[in-house]
């Protein structure tokens, strides 16, 4: 696993704005679901893209079928998809987004040749790691026992 020092990742989630999640799913049980879900609630706009969806309403975003039907700027491309897929991802990205600051692979995804390209744009790569996972560790939002998740439960 590739290491990243907190200091860093810290600086990429704090300067983030903007977030197409590539990927995302309308199904609430599915990881992708609930981390864009939790991005969105920490205040990042997050652009669902997902071309089984598209024009579809998801956290008060309208779903892309892909990154080049998105016009605004984006600061992070969060991919949820296979390995094998994230070349494609990464130059539409790179082609779409002149201004791209982070290609961030969820955990699970990897690929050398296209974080290098990346990389060489000057473009930041995180690879295996889930930014919802990062943003809970370094901003004290963990607890004693496992995950803060936002759901409060009734007294027993």
């Given at each position: 696993?590739?290491?990243?020092?907190?200091?860093?990742?810290?600086?990429?989630?704090t300067?983030?704005?903007?977030?197409?999640?590539?990927?995302?799913?309308?199904?609430?049980?599915?990881?992708?679901?609930?981390?864009a879900?939790?991005?969105?609630?920490?205040?990042?706009?997050?652009?669902?893209?997902?071309?089984?969806?598209?024009?579809?309403?998801?956290?008060?975003?309208?779903?892309?079928?892909?990154?080049?039907?998105?016009?605004?700027?984006?600061?992070?491309?969060?991919?949820?998809?296979r390995?094998?897929?994230?070349?494609?991802?990464?130059?539409?990205?790179?082609?779409?987004?002149?201004?791209?600051?982070?290609?961030?692979?969820?955990i699970?995804?990897?690929?050398?040749?296209?974080?290098?390209?990346?990389?060489?744009?000057?473009?930041?790569?995180?690879?295996n790691?889930c930014?919802?996972?990062?943003?809970?560790?370094?901003?004290?939002?963990?607890?004693?026992?496992?995950?803060?998740?936002?759901?409060?439960?009734?007294?027993?």
């Open positions: 696993m590739t290491y990243y020092p907190d200091p860093h990742l810290k600086q990429i989630l300067r983030t704005k903007v977030i197409a999640v590539v990927g995302v799913s309308m199904n609430p049980v599915r990881p992708s679901y609930y981390v879900r939790y991005l969105g609630i920490k205040g990042f706009r997050v652009i669902p893209v997902n071309p089984g969806h598209v024009g579809k309403e998801l956290f008060g975003e309208t779903v892309r079928g892909s990154l080049s039907d998105v016009s605004e700027p984006v600061d992070m491309v969060d991919i949820f998809r390995s094998e897929a994230v070349p494609e991802i990464v130059e539409e990205s790179l082609a779409q987004f002149p201004r791209l600051r982070t290609i961030w692979m969820q699970g995804v990897e690929h050398a040749e296209a974080a290098a390209q990346a990389e060489a744009r000057g473009v930041d790569v995180i690879q790691r930014p919802k996972i990062e943003y809970q560790r370094l901003f004290g939002e963990l607890r004693m026992g496992g995950f803060a998740t936002g759901v409060i439960s009734s007294k027993l």
